[in-house]
Nanobody, 126 residues
Framework: VQLQASGGGLVQTGDSLRLSCVVS????????MGWFRQAPGKEREVVAA????????GYADSVKGRFTISRDNDKKTTHLQMNSLRPEDAGVYYC????????????????????WGQGTLVTVSS
């Protein structure tokens, strides 16, 4: 299973970005998906997660109301729409996938994810 994240870049405070993560080599609809980020000198932290069906989503408190996670099972893609970006949102953003059954909601626990993408860099200037 391979995950390819894209969409990062350099933006100004208040701008928006949309990250995408394409999954190949597996059955995308069987995976719960998550987005994580790591700022320089800090540990990786969860940003958002979504269930297999897309009906259940969760967010870190720091991004609630600004970020939206979604998925398109036909395109084997998950997105992270990031609005009102702040300098503290900067970092490398990783997408991750986890095996799960349909009835299980999203998880925000990093150690429950089985596969990881290579990351895409987001830089926010003040």
């Amino acid at each position: 299973v391979q995950l390819q994240a894209s969409g990062g870049g350099l933006v100004q405070t208040g701008d928006s970005l949309r990250l995408s993560c394409v999954v190949s080599g597996g059955t995308f609809s069987r995976y719960g998906m998550g987005w994580f980020r790591q700022a320089p000198g800090k540990e990786r932290e969860v940003v958002a997660a979504i269930s297999r069906s897309g009906k259940s989503v969760g967010y870190a408190d720091s991004v609630k109301g600004r970020f939206t996670i979604s998925r398109d099972n036909d395109k084997k893609t998950t997105h992270l729409q990031m609005n009102s970006l702040r300098p503290e949102d900067a970092g490398v953003y990783y997408c991750a996938a986890r095996h799960t059954i349909l009835s299980v909601p999203y998880t925000m626990e990093e150690n429950e994810y089985n596969y990881w993408g290579q990351g895409t860099l987001v830089t926010v200037s003040s």
